[in-house]
C-alpha cells in the first residue's frame, strides 16, 4: 500500500513539474519573443523581418518547453521528436514552393536591393514598389497595374533598381541627313541641352557621332537628369530638338533607297 501511495505521489509531483516547466517555459518564451522583438525594431529592422523573427523564436521555445514537460512525465520524447521531423519533413515538401518565397522574403529584407517606393524591373515586370510581403511583392505598373510577383521569382533572376540613384543619363539618337554640318547640328543640339534648366551641367552631356547609318548620320546624346525627371525630359528634348532642327532647316532623314532601273533590248 505504501509502495502505491509512493507511486500516486510520485506521479503527481510529476504532473506539477510538468505543468510548472510548461507555464513557466511559456512566460519565458514571451519574455524572450518579446525581447527579441524590441531589439530588431531598435535597430530599425523591417517590420516583416521582425514579426517573422519573433515567430520563428517563439514556435521554437514552445516546442523546447512541451517536450521538455513531456519528458518530466516520463514519456519517451524520443520517438516523439522523430515523429514531428517526419511531420516536419512531409508538410516542407508539400509547401516547398511557399517555403521558397517565404525563403526569399527574408532575403529581401535582409539585404535590401529596394524599398518601398523605388521603381524596379524584376520578376519579369516593371514599376513601383507598393509592398513587400512575406510570400510576395506588389509592384505598381506606370499605367496603374497591381502586379503580385512572387518573392522567389525577384530573388531567383536579375533585380534593376532605377531609384537606387538620384541622378540617371538619359540616351538619345538623332538622325540627321548626309548634307547637313555636322559642327552646326552639334552646336545646335547643345543649345537645346543648355536651355533646358533641368539637364545637369555635371556630369557633363556627351554628343558625338555614333553611327554613319545607310540613310543618316546617328548622333548619341547622352544628359544626365534628376531620376524623377528622366521621362518628362526625355520628352520634351525630342520634341525640342525637332523644333529647333526644322528652324535650323536641319533635315532629320527616312529610311530611303535607290533603285536602279536596267532596261532589256
Known amino acids: 500500500m505504501d509502495g502505491l501511495g509512493d507511486t500516486i505521489m510520485g506521479f503527481i509531483v510529476n504532473i506539477a513539474l510538468a505543468a510548472a516547466i510548461f507555464y513557466l517555459g511559456r512566460w519565458v518564451a514571451s519574455k524572450v519573443t518579446g525581447i527579441t522583438r524590441t531589439l530588431l525594431e531598435k535597430r530599425g ?35 516523439f521528436v522523430a515523429i514531428l521531423g517526419a511531420a516536419g519533413l512531409a508538410i516542407a515538401l508539400a509547401f516547398q514552393g511557399s517555403l521558397s518565397n517565404l525563403a526569399s522574403g527574408v532575403l529581401l529584407v535582409t539585404f535590401r536591393p529596394f524599398k518601398i517606393g523605388d521603381f524596379i524591373e524584376a520578376g519579369g515586370t516593371s514599376g513601383t514598389v507598393e509592398e513587400v510581403e512575406i510570400f510576395t511583392t506588389q509592384i505598381l505598373t506606370a499605367d496603374n497595374k497591381t502586379v503580385i ?3 522567389a521569382g525577384i530573388v531567383g533572376g536579375t533585380i534593376v533598381n532605377y531609384s537606387a540613384q538620384s541622378t540617371r543619363r538619359i540616351d538619345l539618337v538623332v538622325s540627321v541627313g548626309y548634307g547637313d554640318d555636322l559642327d552646326k547640328v552639334r552646336k545646335v543640339i547643345e543649345e537645346v541641352l543648355a536651355a533646358d534648366q533641368r539637364v545637369l551641367k555635371d556630369p557633363v552631356a ?30 520634351d528634348l525630342h520634341e525640342a530638338l525637332k523644333k529647333r532642327f526644322d528652324v535650323e532647316g536641319i533635315k532629320i532623314p527616312f529610311p530611303q533607297a535607290d533603285v536602279h532601273l536596267h532596261q532589256v533590248a
Open 45 to 79: 529592422v523591417d517590420s516583416i523581418l521582425v514579426n517573422f523573427s519573433a515567430n520563428v523564436v517563439r514556435v521554437g521555445l514552445l516546442a523546447f518547453i512541451v517536450i521538455a514537460a513531456l519528458g518530466q512525465l516520463g514519456i519517451q520524447t524520443a520517438s
Open 149 to 151: 510577383v512572387p518573392n
Open 206 to 235: 556627351s554628343i558625338g557621332v555614333l553611327e554613319l547609318a545607310d540613310s543618316s548620320v546617328n548622333f548619341a546624346v547622352r544628359p544626365w537628369v534628376d531620376g524623377e525627371e528622366y521621362w518628362p525630359v526625355t520628352f
